[in-house]
């Protein structure tokens, strides 16, 4: 049920931005877009998520296109730490408690 | 922050027999809770939505009497793998909702049941 595409794989040098991408031309006016990740062995992490507008916190910003088909997450400066599996989860408007996770991106920082 | 505790984080258990996995909210209520299960170096898939004070609601292609889950506060909710088997050696994670409608799922940091 997974609404999502993402790229297997990113490499990322430490200290630079990761830019991690996510098609979800499906969306429809009402579904958010959420992101987690997944560091090796523990629970999912939640990140951000938004509706139409520009996001941004303490740990990323989340880019979502006009036509809300697409969106970015961007950590600004990715460090070591950051390596992880990325997911991102549009959640269904029929039923909103339910999160169905897609195949996510593994973000590789390297030194 | 929300939290989402799980217990216990690793078990190892014998074909046949039963192992229960607890989640607890620990510093808000859940309504709802919901359980996963991960296989090495796949994704998470969506078992079970767990619901205080009535019967869960399982995923297409989920045992409900395989998996039983149990809802009976709004802080603990607990997942019971009966007779199992080596097919079921998993990652098991369960999540919880803070708030309503958008609020983001809250994760506990998993079981990893292996069956011998």
């Known amino acids: 049920d997974a609404k999502t595409t993402q790229p297997p794989s990113m490499d990322c040098a430490e200290g630079r931005a990761a830019n991690l991408p996510c098609n979800h031309s499906?969306?429809?006016?009402?579904?958010?877009v959420y992101w987690y990740r997944q560091i090796h062995s523990q629970g999912p992490q939640y990140i951000i998520h938004?509706?139409?507008n520009n996001e941004t916190n303490e740990m990323a910003s989340l880019i979502i296109t006009e036509d809300r088909k697409s969106s970015t997450l961007i950590l600004p400066h990715a460090t070591l730490r950051d390596t992880a599996v990325y997911y991102c989860?549009?959640?269904?408007?029929?039923?909103?408690?339910?999160?169905?996770f897609g195949s996510g991106t593994k973000l590789n920082v390297k030194p | 922050g929300a939290v989402v505790s799980q217990h216990p984080s690793w078990v190892i258990c014998k074909s046949g027999t039963s192992v229960k996995i607890e989640c607890r909210s620990l510093?808000?209520?859940?309504?709802?809770m919901f359980w996963y299960r991960q296989f090495p170096k796949q994704s998470l898939m969506l078992m079970a939505t767990?619901?205080?004070?009535?019967?869960?609601?399982?995923e297409q292609g989920v045992e409900k009497d395989k998996f039983l889950i149990n809802h009976a506060s709004l802080t603990l909710s607990t997942l019971t793998v009966t007779s199992a088997h080596p097919e079921d050696s998993s990652f098991y994670i369960c999540?919880?909702?803070?708030?309503?409608?958008?609020?983001?799922?809250?994760f506990g940091n998993g079981t990893r049941l292996t069956v011998t």
């Open positions: 767990s619901n205080e004070g009535s019967k869960a609601t399982y």
């Open positions: 938004g509706l139409k």
């Open positions: 999540s919880a909702i803070l708030g309503q409608n958008n609020s983001p799922l809250h």
């Open positions: 510093d808000f209520q859940a309504t709802t």
């Open positions: 499906t969306i429809s006016g009402n579904e958010y």
């Open positions: 989860i549009v959640r269904p408007t029929y039923n909103f408690n339910k999160f169905y």
